[in-house]
């Protein structure tokens, strides 16, 4: 995926009805979200700089604790707690007809927004 691709695929990610920003989740500034409308962003072992929450950022797909909470979101959004995407023919899918598509998603940030997008 494109630089802006991502955007577009995190914009798609914080309009869906089961989006929130959870502790751990990184935004696109490089500020980590710790809870209570607060973000912070270490520069070094020994500087820390927080921020209020900025409405107008979105979260970064690319980071492994953000697609974790995203993860989060989709499980309490079906439901389903053990629900997990699966590597599939060199892309990504879920296993239940109201998220697949016949061609796999190309990267995992994809398929969970899909899924919080497809959630009742």
């Not at 023919?89 to 969970?112: K, R």
């Amino acid at each position: 995926m494109t630089p802006d691709d991502m955007i577009g695929l995190s914009r798609r990610a914080i309009a869906c009805k089961g989006w929130r920003w959870l502790r751990g989740m990184l935004r696109q500034d490089d500020y980590r979200y710790i809870g209570s409308g607060v973000w912070a962003r270490w520069s070094d072992a020994h500087s820390l700089t927080t921020a209020l929450h900025a409405p107008d950022q979105l979260p970064d797909l690319t980071d492994s604790a953000t697609r974790g909470c995203l993860l989060t979101l989709v499980r309490e959004a079906w439901g389903l707690p053990t629900l997990t995407p699966n590597p599939w023919q060199g892309g990504w899918e879920f296993v239940w007809a109201e998220v697949g598509s016949e061609d796999p998603f190309e990267t995992e940030a994809e398929a969970l927004v899909a899924a919080l997008e497809a959630a009742p």
